[in-house]
């Protein structure tokens, strides 16, 4: 299946499994969930490297590092075993580090955008289960971003309220929107790039 943002093809099972250890209610085992979505952005991210950042690989970086975000929360607070957060670290720190010296002509990227809102809201915005041919034709800004952050915004010319859904999409799809988001995870695991 042709997706916005790709996706594995068992992405709702690891999205619930991701959400339920964010949540505090995980079903399986807590460390393994974690590790198992450290090492698949690791080989992702090398595999994506190792061809220039192009291709089917690279793609999955983002769908990689949004799950490493959404289990943050466990491996910071959550009493993870040992290991797990190194792990975890060292593998956001490489995927932050993806954009260095890169530039790109957006002001505003999705991990702009208050981390919890991304979470709560990823499946809708990011359609993932959406053919690209049914959502590129009349793609709307609150189906890339939540009504809840786009009601919030004050400045209505400011990005991304004054944004059309497809310029949306293409800061979702910009190279600099996975590393922003290992930055978040980053930042909410204490740690730095450096």
Not at 38 to 48: G, P
Not at 160 to 173: C, D, F, H, M, T
Request: negative net charge; contains cysteine.
């Amino acid at each position: 299946m042709s997706t916005v943002i790709p996706v594995p093809d068992n992405w709702e099972e690891m999205l619930g499994g991701w959400e339920s250890l964010r949540q505090g209610y995980p079903a399986g085992d807590q460390d393994e969930t974690a590790r198992d979505c450290a090492r698949r952005l690791d080989e992702t991210a090398s595999a994506a490297g190792a061809v220039s950042g192009s291709g089917p690989q690279s793609d999955l970086v983002l769908f990689w590092t949004l799950g490493l975000l959404h289990v943050a929360p466990y491996v910071a607070f959550g009493n993870p075993g040992p290991g797990v957060e190194d792990e975890a670290v060292a593998v956001l720190r490489r995927a932050a580090s993806r954009d260095e010296g890169q530039s790109c002509e957006h002001a505003w990227h999705p991990y702009d955008v208050e981390v919890d809102e991304v979470l709560k809201y990823l499946p809708e915005d990011l359609l993932l289960s959406s053919p690209v041919e049914e959502v590129l034709d009349g793609l709307l800004p609150e189906d890339l971003l939540s009504t809840y952050y786009l009601d919030a915004l004050e400045d209505e010319e400011a990005e991304p309220a004054n944004l059309s859904g497809p310029e949306i999409l293409a800061r979702w799809q910009c190279p600099r929107t996975a590393p922003g988001f290992a930055r978040a995870a980053l930042d909410y695991l204490g740690a730095t790039v450096h």
